[in-house]
């Protein structure tokens, strides 16, 4: 039975408090979630009893609110000005939010009651006025902190879960209303007569760049010519490298419904002018299912991925959405290109703007479950996977070309070409010459299918299950190379372009040449990654067997100077596997062989499985040196590209001495392909170690220093920037003002970068954000390429010398020197329960021992995120500040903020952070959990520099309040405050019984996911993890 709309509205009235309800209108989200929407009526258990959960829902929370709904809404937000009202209240993203948090409190209520749904709420409204009290003093939290204390460890569990799925829901709202805009603007655009392909009224988009560029120029400083932005543009390149860093809290199941509460909003924006009843209906029933879905599913991973489950999410990316989301991109790209600078100036067919990578199942560094079997399954995998999309391309495209041009009049060899494979007689040419196509690509997945089969029999028989198969298919029988099939691609789309059917040629033939031009036949090619210790490791190994003594106990120049006479010698070290042969069991430990091993897989991969070796912690020249020896040994013929990764603050400094002395050896140089070197800079290892200030500015000269080294030794130098998704780890929202702002003369063109974790899915996880994504990445190289920005001068540089040695002691004098900082940190964080999180393969820590160094920087950022001190993005940069503007250089640093945009986006980014950062919160933390007097002292320190690093931005920014211009970033945080405020009192206390409670009881189990539920809320809250 179904309420009516009377008895509805009349509940409504009755209940003015109820959860995600609220009658607050000072902030987005909480006009969003207004009085109105309360369904959950006085007397709700007997109309439980009569209404099937899942009976239309036409009468109540639906996404398409009446004109006179629509009225009340806005009539109860706060007044704004017209532009902020078009920016900010929007009213469909408030009547969505509105809506999902009433049908989420509705599943609260249908499956755990009346009282808990009431106990929620209590919550929520304790922490709304704990908000008002607008103060710093942690005494604000003291009623919530109470009722939280009277909570059963069930109770814990059901309320957290309801503050972190709504915060989850209305991610996947916020989501929408962006991908909403993005259409709204291309809509306008096209209303005004331009393109709308891509955005031509937004700074930080392509078709933008080439408007102001063609106009005016960088800065106003004169046009650029087409010629020369053409150029750019069909030559630079993005590579973006999908890594399984562990910061993707929520569980794929739980994006995946996210991604369908997407798509749900999306076909209501479809039909709400001009759908009937009937069709709204069918979309608010499929809401409230899935929201009921939502509401019970776990949201807590029981198991550990593996390195394969991880490379397998990791992939989805590119199957469910790049794979026709990023030809779509180019497509778009090709016709702002045309309609900017004239129709010869197009995007050519084989160009690639983009390339994708992965470490997934590459990466062994630290993660001892990557082992060299495990690379071999994964890149059968995409290759199986790779073949299998092509295929079914290939086949749609047999599909849409069946005709037959005549003979007459079109002289092509192309044409000649295609009816050559077709048949003389064959009435559809361009069908019969892809036939062949097809059922190759199939093969060659079956091929790779076949491999895998093979392999998983010999490395565990008494698992493997045999496959009826009549035929061995061998590797000359398949596509192993890309330009076998991107030759046959090309040649239809020639033959078509000259019978007079080019409009056909561009269609779905384009794209799929765009596909292979960018995904290969193998999708992603992995990145293999290792620390330097283990390749010094096995080369000592073999330096033992082979009576030449310890490489260990060699000097550099030792190690140098054999290195490159073995470069030099075609004699093998090693023949294959002599380091599992009877009798050499003491010259090779476990881990050599491991290494050996790699190197050894390395050899058997075909063209394109592989992309480049990174060297983690590589300090050397003999670092690099050695990972070229192993390849050559172990008979690579293609080595693999070797790529640096300087990390630390002394390997920052160190990396220009260490390249030059490498770029000097004939031997390394003769080797690489094209004279080009690839160099990866670590931002989350340097943050970590020295401080975002300090770090940042390490980056910006060593990149500058390795190019002029480089540029020394006619060296074409790429830089790989291993940035994390969080400001502390080298992130930043703002994609293209941070690639504009690089180091002078550093991109080029050419920019690799990382993308992590919760990012891959925030950026790529659905079309038109992807789309989005692609195109700040075109016009932010395109624009750096064309940007002029002079140098620092040497009186910056000296300040920024100074600043960094000034926040680098500060750092390290409280995280590395006070004895108190470790007891602290693992008291006040959930750092050491974070090891519970299933969210990534490979352990927290590089070894099992040791303290904060040893540490990966992902749970270091995670567990400071968690407390809102997000400490390590701005421990040292107020001292620094402080200390000039109380000096006699105040002018110039106060000129460097206004005149300098590299150095002001590392200030901006700072105070970004301290706007979303709470001491009370991280103070209630440390009353809860820190019972040492010394570690609590700490605290308070560390607090007190805290509030003085924000006075300090402040003063630099001559900004009244932090952030005081980003008016979205503080009105969103004003909204999700309150609710992450709850999750976190519920993690403090959950924490304390977690650590006060018997191991292996049953209550430790049901707290666990307490505290897993408050770390995935307080991340969705916070918009990231580590």
Not at 103 to 110: E, S, V, W, Y
Not at 424 to 445: M, Q
Not at 946 to 956: G, K, N, P, Q, V
């Amino acid at each position: 039975m179904m309420f009516s709309r009377r008895a509805v509205a009349a509940a409504s009235a009755r209940t003015r408090h109820r959860i995600f309800a609220s009658s607050s209108s000072s902030s987005l989200l909480s006009s969003r979630i207004s009085n109105s929407n309360s369904h959950f009526i006085h007397h709700r258990q007997q109309h439980l009893q009569q209404r099937a959960w899942l009976t239309s829902s036409l009468n109540e929370p639906t996404l398409f609110p009446s004109a006179n709904a629509d009225a009340a809404i806005d009539g109860s937000a706060t007044v704004v000005s017209s532009a902020d009202k078009n920016l900010y209240d929007d009213a469909m993203l408030r009547s969505d939010v509105r809506t999902m948090g009433a049908l989420l409190g509705d599943a609260i209520a249908r499956h755990h009651g009346e009282d808990v749904l009431e106990k929620v709420e209590r919550l929520r409204g304790m922490a709304k006025v704990s908000r008002a009290a607008d103060t710093k003093d942690s005494a604000r939290l003291a009623p919530m902190v109470d009722f939280v204390e009277k909570l059963g460890a069930d109770e814990l569990v059901v309320i957290s879960r309801a503050f972190a799925h709504f915060l989850g829901v209305a991610n996947a709202a916020e989501a929408h209303q962006r991908s909403r805009r993005l259409r709204m603007d291309s809509a306008k655009e096209g209303k005004e007569g331009m393109l709308g392909a891509l955005h031509e009224t937004k700074r930080d988009s392509t078709a933008g760049v080439l408007s102001q560029f063609l106009r005016e120029g960088a800065d106003g400083k004169g046009a650029t010519t087409r010629d020369d932005l053409y150029d750019s543009l069909v030559s630079q390149t993005v590579e973006i490298v999908l890594t399984a860093h562990p910061t993707q809290v929520n569980r794929r199941t739980l994006l995946e419904k996210h991604g369908r509460v997407q798509r749900i909003l999306n076909d209501a924006d479809s039909i709400r002018e001009t759908g009937t009843p009937y069709k709204k209906g069918l979309l608010d029933d499929a809401l409230r299912r899935e929201i009921a879905s939502i509401w019970q599913t776990d949201e807590v991973s029981r198991v550990k991925p593996s390195p394969q489950s991880e490379a397998e999410r990791g992939t989805l990316v590119i199957e469910t959405v790049l794979w026709e989301s990023l030809p779509g991109f180019l497509r778009r790209l090709d016709a702002t290109m045309k309609d900017a600078m004239g129709e010869r100036h197009g995007l050519p067919l084989t160009a690639s703007p983009f390339k994708f990578a992965s470490w997934m199942g590459g990466d062994r560094d630290g993660n001892p479950n990557v082992t060299p079997d495990v690379t071999r399954e994964v890149c059968l995998v995409n290759r199986i996977k790779a073949a299998r999309l092509l295929e079914g391309d290939v086949r749609e495209l047999m599909s849409l070309i069946s005709g037959n041009p005549p003979r007459k009049s079109f002289d092509s060899e192309a044409m000649d070409r295609v009816r050559e494979r077709s048949g003389a007689e064959s009435r559809a040419p361009f069908r019969s010459y892809l036939h062949p196509v097809a059922e190759k690509l199939k093969k060659t997945g079956d091929w790779a299918e076949q491999e895998l089969e093979k392999m998983h029999k010999s490395t565990d028989p008494s698992k493997h299950v045999e496959k009826v198969s009549t035929t061995n298919i061998l590797p000359e029988e398949v596509y192993l190379s890309k330009d076998e099939i991107m030759e046959e691609l090309l040649t239809v789309h020639q033959s078509l372009c000259d019978t007079g059917n080019a409009v056909v040629a561009d269609g779905r033939l384009a794209d799929i040449i765009r596909k292979v031009s960018a995904f290969g036949l193998t999708l992603v090619p992995l990145d293999v990654r290792q620390e330097s210790d283990r390749h010094s490791e096995a080369l000592d190994c073999v330096t033992k067997y082979l009576g030449l003594g310890s490489y260990l106990q060699w000097d550099e120049g030792a190690r140098v100077n054999w290195i490159t006479q073995q470069l030099q010698s075609r004699r093998p070290l090693l023949r294959a596997g002599t380091w599992n042969e009877a009798g050499n069991e003491d010259f090779f430990s476990a881990t050599a062989k491991d290494t050996l091993e790699t190197f050894q897989m390395i050899s058997e991969q075909h063209e394109a499985s592989l992309g480049a070796y990174v060297i983690s912690q590589c300090t050397s020249a003999s670092d690099i040196l050695a990972v070229l020896l192993l390849q050559r040994d172990a008979g690579v013929e293609s080595p693999l590209r070797v790529v640096p990764l300087f990390e630390t603050l002394d390997d920052l400094n160190g990396a220009a001495s260490t390249m030059d002395r490498l770029f000097s050896i004939p031997a390394y140089v003769g080797s690489l392909e094209g004279r080009k070197q690839e160099v990866m800079i670590g931002y989350s290892d340097s943050a970590k170690d020295a401080g975002r200030l300090a770090a940042s500015w390490a980056q910006y000269e060593t990149q500058l220093e390795l190019a002029r080294v480089a540029e020394e030794h006619s060296v074409d130098l790429v830089y790989f920037h291993g940035k994390g998704g969080t400001v502390g780890r080298g992130g930043n929202p703002n994609t293209f003002d941070a690639i504009v702002n690089h180091a002078p003369g550093t991109v080029n063109g050419q920019f690799r970068v990382t993308e992590q974790g919760e990012m891959i899915n925030q950026n790529f996880g659905y079309s038109d954000r992807a789309e989005r994504t692609l195109d700040l990445y075109t016009a932010a190289v395109l624009a750096e390429q064309h940007t002029d920005r002079p140098l620092p001068t040497k009186e910056w540089k000296d300040m920024m010398d100074k600043l960094s040695e000034i926040s680098c002691d500060a750092y390290r004098r409280i995280v590395r020197e006070d004895e108190r900082f470790v007891p602290y940190f693992r008291a006040a964080t959930p750092e050491m329960e974070l090891s519970n999180l299933n969210i990534g393969s490979r352990p927290a820590k590089r070894k099992a021992s040791g303290g904060v160094e040893s540490l990966r920087a992902i749970p270091w950022i995670f567990a400071w995120t968690q407390t809102r001190l997000n400490l390590p993005t701005w421990l040292g940069v107020g001292e620094a500040i402080n200390e000039v503007l109380a000096g006699k250089d105040e002018e110039t640093l106060r000129t460097m903020y206004k005149e300098w945009g590299t150095f002001r986006t590392t200030i901006d980014l700072v105070e970004m952070i301290l706007s979303k950062s709470d001491s009370s919160i991280a103070r209630h933390y440390e009353n809860v959990l820190v019972s040492d007097p010394k570690a609590a002292e700490l605290g308070s320190e560390i607090r007190e520099i805290h509030d003085a690093t924000e006075r300090a931005i402040m003063d630099l920014s001559d900004h009244k309040t932090l952030s005081e211009n980003d008016h979205l970033l503080l009105r969103l945080m004003a909204v999700r405050n309150p609710y992450v405020d709850c999750l976190n009192v519920l993690q403090a206390e959950t924490l304390k019984r977690l650590r006060q409670s018997s191991e292996g009881s049953t209550e430790e189990e049901v707290l666990k996911d307490a505290l897993l539920t408050t770390i995935t809320g307080v991340a969705n809250g916070m918009g990231n993890t580590g």
